[in-house]
């Protein structure tokens, strides 16, 4: 089997939030698809918050803020609302079978995202990247661990792509 068909069902993904408390919601989403011809697209969207996810103050953490750079202000004026960022998201990514570096908390995001905009994901789960990149025996530029992430969505899932792609090259 080559890389190219393995490529053609995954879909990495990644989702900054307002923080990691239990009042925290998504501010970013965004993905990156492994091309038959190695190349990487990706993209990603600001999420505008619907007011039910900022009722509480602790939903919003400066903390998160400088880690991301994303600010309010920025979901506010840039940011789509969640039924336009899902219906972008699932054209992009279609029936891919979906990897995360964080599933957990990405899971609960995407699903919180997904409620919002009245779209089901059904029995779609999202799988463990580090995972799968460390089942790849290689271990090529990266060491055996993923570089470091840059928390912002879409450098993030280009990055996981990338440590795939390498390792799967290698592996042939």
């Not at 964080?102 to 999202?126: E, Q, V």
Request: overall charge negative; charged content about 25%; proline content about 6%.
């Amino acid at each position: 089997m080559t890389a190219t068909v393995r490529f053609q069902r995954i879909a990495f993904i990644d989702l900054e939030a307002s923080g990691l408390g239990s009042a925290s919601f998504p501010t970013e989403i965004g993905w990156a698809i492994i091309r038959e011809d190695g190349s990487i697209d990706s993209a990603s969207f600001l999420i505008r918050p619907p007011s039910k996810w900022t009722v509480y103050e602790n939903a919003w953490s400066p903390a998160s803020e400088q880690l991301t750079g994303i600010t309010r202000e920025m979901l506010e004026q840039n940011g789509l609302p969640p039924a336009e960022v899902m219906t972008r998201f699932l054209q992009a990514v279609g029936d891919q079978e979906l990897f995360s570096d964080a599933p957990d908390f990405d899971g609960h995001w995407l699903g919180m995202l997904a409620y919002a905009a009245g779209t089901s994901l059904g029995a779609r789960t999202i799988g463990d990247a580090t995972t799968l990149v460390g089942k790849l025996s290689a271990e090529r530029d990266f060491g055996g661990e993923l570089p470091p992430a840059r928390h912002r969505a879409e450098p993030d899932a280009r990055r996981l792509a990338l440590a795939f792609a390498c390792k799967a090259q290698d592996r042939e």
